[in-house]
């Protein structure tokens, strides 16, 4: 069993929201800060938008990537890693429709996305919260942590990501950075 | 955006429980009735217990596969499936941790649970429900219907596939059977 974490933007929170960015289609409300919580909604009236997603099993890593990702993923919550982003992607229909060895060779055979990931580790934290199941409007949202130094690493990762043939089946993708 | 199916046992539906069996770990508690509903609770006070799932993309049928099940699988709802069964699952943690390639060669390489449910198309009409992403006590329900002819060929599939390796990885199953 899986506790939704909740990613609640509004005008209290632990993360300062430092730009709000859509990248394709439709962006989210303007806010201020945003509060990650587990499970509850946070207190307070009104939030601008909450997302929510849950940690789920691997989809798409062999047994051969993941053991390498184990080995130099770092957790989150670092000291140094003051600066997050919070990246919400919506795929199209006919992403889903294919089959598993069809999205498989397109995120990675032809795209490289684990191999990428792993490039910019364990400088930049990463992880993976699953919408879709849940009825969300977005099919994942990612957080990643990082100090500052690796803020132009972060965004050399995403601008090789973007390039890719997974990235074709991308229609709505909203950036948000953050500090704390 | 998907909505969860709910299956609500209790003192009145549409399907008449004629069963509940536990296969491995605990059961559900007695009921009379259940009801499939989309998206809303049903209407009375008490249920004895609610099962949610989602319909979801496929998370191993593969490019060959998935055009022989569109071409050969029933809808549900055919008048002469008077028959139905929801077989409610969970697997270990254990299971989940594998890597994706892992688990796709204990499901189909080696207990051909694709292959398997081929041989029992159109005859039984099925359709699989994703919960454990929504923090639900089973990981699936698998809702099957089909014509009381088609008994014994259904107790059959389920024979084949209890004693494939992927069974050993199922830490619950509960075996509810319907008639309406």
Same mark, same amino acid.
């Given at each position: 069993?899986?506790?939704?974490?909740? #990613?609640?933007?509004?005008?209290?929170?632990?993360?300062?929201?430092? @730009?709000?960015?859509?990248?394709? +289609?439709?962006?989210?409300?303007?806010?201020?800060?945003?509060?990650?919580?587990? @499970?509850?909604? !946070?207190?307070?009236?009104?939030?601008?938008?909450?997302?929510? +997603?849950? !940690?789920?099993?691997?989809?798409?890593?062999?047994?051969?990537?993941?053991?390498?990702?184990?080995? &130099?993923?770092?957790?989150?919550?670092?000291?140094?890693? !003051?600066?997050?982003?919070?990246?919400?992607?919506? &795929?199209?229909?006919?992403?889903?429709?294919?089959?598993?060895?069809?999205?498989?060779?397109?995120?990675?055979?032809?795209?490289?996305?684990?191999?990428?990931?792993?490039?910019?580790?364990?400088?930049?934290?990463?992880?993976?919260?699953?919408?879709?199941?849940?009825?969300?409007? #977005?099919? #994942?949202?990612?957080?990643?942590?990082?100090?500052?130094?690796?803020?132009?690493? #972060?965004?050399?990762?995403?601008?090789?990501?973007?390039?890719?043939?997974?990235?074709?089946? $991308?229609?709505?993708? $909203?950036?948000?950075?953050?500090?704390?």
């Amino acid at each position: 069993m899986t506790a939704a974490t909740l #990613f609640t933007a509004g005008d209290a929170g632990a993360w300062q929201v430092e @730009g709000i960015e859509a990248c394709v +289609g439709a962006s989210l409300p303007e806010a201020a800060w945003l509060t990650v919580s587990v @499970g509850v909604a !946070t207190p307070g009236a009104g939030p601008a938008w909450t997302l929510r +997603g849950v !940690t789920s099993n691997q989809r798409y890593t062999n047994r051969h990537e993941q053991p390498r990702l184990l080995a &130099k993923q770092p957790p989150l919550d670092r000291p140094e890693a !003051t600066c997050a982003a919070l990246i919400a992607i919506r &795929k199209s229909a006919a992403w889903w429709a294919l089959a598993q060895d069809e999205r498989r060779e397109i995120l990675e055979e032809r795209s490289h996305h684990i191999e990428i990931g792993l490039d910019y580790l364990p400088g930049v934290a990463r992880r993976l919260y699953h919408s879709r199941d849940l009825g969300e409007p #977005f099919d #994942f949202v990612t957080w990643f942590e990082y100090p500052p130094e690796q803020a132009g690493a #972060f965004d050399e990762l995403l601008i090789r990501l973007r390039v890719t043939p997974e990235w074709e089946h $991308v229609e709505r993708e $909203v950036d948000v950075r953050l500090a704390r």
